[in-house]
């Protein structure tokens, strides 16, 4: 934590399976209007733990969390589903929630969190994620890019009419 008492950004760590109720009850708070299930977050953890952050809030609690994972570029899953495996022949990160609580917003905390999980990106070429709540132009500082393909539209559904897929490409190793 900062001197100031707010969570110093570079104090993300690992989420572990002891931190998804406050995971879930964080995003209750920040997306009020799209709730997914403890199992959910718990399945993303087992999946791919490298891409499951969080940071502690002072006092207790979680001011941030976030979750990516490997999937296939333009094949976002629906929102509160338990995906049990990962697809083969995934070629992207997609970027499921990078959450930061209200009280907590403007201090650039997500950034640290972005970084790791953009470098975590990097073996399959791109990064992608649906952004809502009017976020593409925050994603568009990150390198992200709307992608408008009708096959999206249907996998967008359970996201909100505002949905918006996002691609970022990066510089694949080998």
Do not use: C, N, Q
């Amino acid at each position: 934590m900062s001197a100031a008492g707010a969570p110093a950004s570079a104090d993300w760590r690992g989420m572990v399976p002891s931190d998804t109720a406050a995971v879930v009850a964080l995003a209750d708070r920040v997306h009020p209007t799209f709730h997914e299930d403890e199992a959910v977050f718990r399945d993303r953890l087992s999946l791919f733990p490298d891409g499951s952050l969080v940071l502690a809030a002072p006092g207790g609690g979680l001011a941030a969390y976030a979750i990516a994972y490997p999937v296939r570029r333009f094949a976002p899953p629906p929102l509160d589903t338990v995906l049990g495996r990962l697809p083969e022949g995934a070629d992207a990160l997609y970027i499921h929630d990078v959450a930061v609580a209200p009280e907590w917003r403007g201090r650039g905390l997500a950034e640290p969190a972005i970084a790791r999980l953009l470098a975590l990106a990097e073996p399959f070429g791109a990064a992608v994620l649906v952004s809502v709540y009017g976020t593409p132009p925050f994603w568009a500082r990150h390198g992200f890019r709307p992608v408008e393909d009708e096959a999206l539209t249907s996998k967008l559904a359970s996201y909100g009419e505002d949905a918006v897929f996002m691609l970022r490409e990066t510089m694949k190793e080998g």
